[in-house]
């Protein structure tokens, strides 16, 4: 376990950066828990993961644009999610950025959503810089200040490993059932 934590102290920010290009939460979370532990720098993991969450979201949008067809063939199994990209853009506008960065499952579908469409690039990477700003803030900010909790809660489950797995499964089901259910809407 020590030489696991070596190596995360070690090339945690690299980690951190290539986990973030597509999304990051965790691995940012995790960056925020071990800064409260004097492992890691807090600033330092909240700009690395700023830094790749806007140029990892940036890429999905012009690389959309780049290649419409090739995307649009993969996309088949995802249309109803697409649509549902499109009609939260239409609906809530620039809101919609922002709150792509908290939703898993719609995170990566909204820069290919924009890239589809004729959204302005400038309007969208403008409201991404700042929505990656507030993302990462938000995320390394408060695992941080709940980074003491999240340690007591991982002692704890030493004693019952099987706790753990299961409330992944339960927050992995019940986030996999809001979005279905969002979407069929």
């Known amino acids: 376990m020590h030489e696991i934590l070596e190596?995360?102290?070690?090339?945690?920010?690299i980690i951190l950066f290539f986990y973030s290009l597509g999304g990051g939460f965790f691995a940012l979370a995790a960056a925020g828990v071990l800064s409260s532990m004097g492992k890691m720098d807090l600033t330092t993991s909240v700009a690395v993961a700023f830094a790749a969450n806007f140029i990892g979201d940036q890429a999905i949008l012009f690389f959309t644009r780049a290649n419409r067809h090739a995307v649009m063939e993969y996309l088949r199994k995802h249309r109803r999610k697409l649509a549902y990209s499109h009609l939260l853009m239409k609906r809530y506008g620039a809101w919609?950025?922002?709150?792509?960065?908290?939703?898993?499952?719609?995170?990566?579908?909204?820069?290919?959503?924009?890239?589809?469409?004729?959204?302005?690039?400038l309007k969208f990477s403008i409201l991404n810089l700042f929505a990656s700003a507030l993302w990462a803030g938000v995320v390394g900010g408060l695992s941080y200040l709940g980074g003491k909790t999240a340690l007591s809660l991982l002692?704890?489950?030493?004693?019952?490993?099987?706790?753990?797995?299961?409330?992944?499964?339960?927050?992995i089901a019940s986030l996999s059932f809001v979005i279905s259910r969002a979407v069929r809407k």
């Not at 960065?101 to 924009?114: C, E, F, N, R």
């Not at 002692?155 to 927050?171: R, S, T």
């Open 7 to 13: 190596s995360l102290i070690t090339y945690g920010y």
């Open 96 to 121: 919609v950025v922002f709150l792509q960065k908290y939703i898993y499952g719609v995170k990566t579908l909204v820069p290919i959503a924009i890239g589809l469409t004729r959204y302005d690039a």
């Open 155 to 171: 002692e704890g489950a030493k004693e019952n490993p099987w706790v753990m797995p299961l409330i992944g499964v339960l927050i």
